[in-house]
């Protein structure tokens, strides 16, 4: 009987002099992993490791300067699409060129904000969560007008593709 699995780590005397054996079974309890969430909001990515147990053991939010750029690159494209729609081929140029800008900053940067994610916890205890917004600007009221110069929307995607390329040649 304790072959399988059971120890016997304590003996004991009763009052009327019989021996008693506490038998005991160790299980040993599957290493639950530690939980990485990255939180795609409307102007910032939230990312939060969270022990088996429900505890929180990092929070942080990264890509906010991508808000901040993009709001500028956005009224900038505002004022050229208007120049450019009267009829000025110097807005028209201007328009293509920062609009190629925005793309290259936009990726260029969530390749780093992928690297940080990645580089955060430890390899071996790892599950990635991906939650995303919904993109629309008022949920409950039906509304599909789009949040002003929501980075989520192209970035999602975008960050999707970057998280799940790093850990694949990662390893992770």
């Known amino acids: 009987m304790i072959n399988t ?13 019989q021996i008693v054996a506490f038998l005991s079974k160790e299980q040993v309890a599957a290493g639950r992993r530690n939980v990485l969430g990255v939180d795609v909001n409307s102007k910032c990515f939230a990312v939060s490791v969270l022990a088996p147990g429900g505890k929180v053991l990092k929070q942080l939010y990264y890509g906010k300067d991508i808000w901040v750029r993009r709001k500028r690159i956005m009224s900038r494209r505002d004022r050229l699409q208007g120049l450019a729609d009267r009829g000025s081929h110097r807005a028209k140029r201007s328009f293509e060129r920062l609009k190629a800008r925005e793309g290259n900053f936009v990726r260029n940067r969530i390749g780093e904000v992928v690297r940080d994610i990645t580089d955060l916890p430890p390899n071996s205890t790892l599950t990635l969560r991906l939650k995303a917004s919904s993109g629309s600007a008022r949920e409950g009221e039906g509304s599909t007008r789009k949040f002003f110069g929501c980075p989520s929307l192209w970035s999602e995607g975008t960050l999707r593709i970057g998280l799940s390329t790093r850990i694949s040649s990662s390893g992770l």
Request: hydrophobic share 25%.
């Open 5 to 17: 699995g059971w120890a016997c780590k304590t003996y004991g005397l009763t009052s009327d002099g």
